[in-house]
């Protein structure tokens, strides 16, 4: 029989990560602050809970997914949290993208009601999460990673291991700082282009044939080129992980000087109303500071 699985949080990558379960024959019962949300997936044989403690009850392994630390300090263990649901030798196993004070603070915290915590993030996007192909780096415990290993498998190609949950988060930030510094790359080159008389699309051509090129630039530049900002990447979500990758090198006392001005980039693309556009939306920006202006 297979393990019976929890999902709490059904966003932009929950919903989908949830219906890759389900596809591979999970039993999976779900929680979401906006239940609404949930409906897509209880439709697909996905069970309704009322908490994220209930989710804790009826399964195994619980997945989370949320949007910041804040998120699953609130989902992990204020009232009806999944530390108070959890039975002992289960585990809960978070994929969101979060500082490594929060993920090294919860593991503690689990450890001492002999519960087990394991932080997954993941790298890819809604299609990624679609097909099972994210990577995922996962820090913990390894009776816990035993015991998750099976469906972390079917959500992703390719798994990194971990001693503990901070190690996992600090792999994440390092992969979104790449992230920030390729789509501020990317909209400042498109923008330079077409300011200089030179085809963007023939500049993407020329990067595609070259040792430069990256899967990235093409999808996104493609995306940028066709006014195509449906996000897969919140642009309010990168600039919460620059500031994490801020807060995160600090405590490592690590001098990250590019950095900074990709935060200026992604806060004006916030404060500018595209905060939930995808993350390619920081071309808007820069469009702007070059007077090339109408664009949508």
């Not at 066709?226 to 990758?245: C, G, Q, S, W």
Request: with cysteine; glycine share 8%; proline share 4%.
């Amino acid at each position: 029989m297979k393990t019976s699985l929890g999902f709490v949080g059904l966003g932009l990558m929950g919903t989908p990560m949830v219906k890759r379960l389900l596809a591979g024959g999970f039993h999976v019962s779900v929680f979401n602050r906006t239940k609404a949300k949930a409906d897509e997936v209880v439709e697909l044989g996905a069970r309704w809970c009322s908490s994220p403690e209930e989710v804790a009850a009826e399964a195994e392994v619980v997945f989370s997914m949320v949007s910041n630390s804040e998120a699953l300090l609130s989902i992990a263990i204020e009232n009806h949290g999944i530390l108070h649901g959890l039975r002992r030798e289960k585990v809960h196993v978070d994929c969101s993208t979060v500082s490594p004070a929060m993920t090294r603070r919860l593991g503690a915290e689990y450890k001492k009601h002999g519960r087990s915590f394991l932080h997954s993030p993941v790298l890819g996007s809604v299609p990624q999460a679609a097909d099972g192909s994210l990577l995922l780096f996962t820090g913990g415990d390894q009776s816990a990673f035993t015991l998750a290993a099976p469906a972390l498998n079917v959500l992703g190609s390719k798994i990194w291991r971990f001693d503990n949950p901070e190690q996992a988060s600090h792999a994440k930030l390092l992969c979104n700082l790449f992230i920030a510094g390729m789509a501020t790359t990317l909209a400042q080159a498109l923008v330079f282009a077409e300011k200089a008389d030179v085809d963007p699309s023939t500049l993407l051509d020329i990067i595609a044939h070259s040792s430069l090129n990256a899967p990235t630039y093409q999808t996104k530049g493609k995306s940028i080129l066709e006014r195509n900002f449906t996000p897969r990447f919140y642009a309010e979500h990168l600039l919460k992980d620059i500031n994490l990758i801020l807060d995160a090198a600090a405590a490592a006392k690590v001098s990250l000087p590019t950095v900074p001005p990709a935060q200026q980039l992604f806060s004006e693309t916030v404060k500018s109303g595209f905060g939930r556009e995808d993350y390619s939306a920081v071309v808007k920006i820069i469009e702007a500071m070059a007077g090339i202006g109408g664009k949508k």
